[in-house]
């Protein structure tokens, strides 16, 4: 380990000041209870995207781009509806 330079020598953790080491305290405890509650939250609001618990890249995918496999009006217009439909003006794909 290299020697502290003198004009650095106040600049460790345990040489300086008690208000100082409690804010930085104050500052990590306060970015790590953020980052906590940030994963909490994308917990809650995308885990079950896919239909099974736990939160996975699919849960991330359908949330943010969409289930591209086919929507509920493209399946009725492909089912039930088709005899309505005119194949002529439309063009599912």
Not at 37 to 53: C, E, N, R, S
Request: aromatic share 8%; with cysteine.
């Amino acid at each position: 380990m290299k020697p502290i330079p003198p004009d650095f020598a106040w600049l460790n953790l345990p040489n300086l000041p008690t208000p100082v080491k409690v804010l930085f305290s104050g500052y990590l405890l306060a970015i790590g209870l953020g980052l906590c509650m940030a994963g909490l939250q994308i917990m809650q609001t995308h885990g079950m995207a896919d239909g099974k618990p736990r939160l996975s890249l699919d849960d991330i995918v359908y949330s943010y781009y969409g289930n591209r496999s086919g929507s509920k009006l493209e399946s009725k217009l492909n089912g039930s509806m088709k005899r309505w439909v005119r194949q002529k003006h439309v063009s599912i794909s």
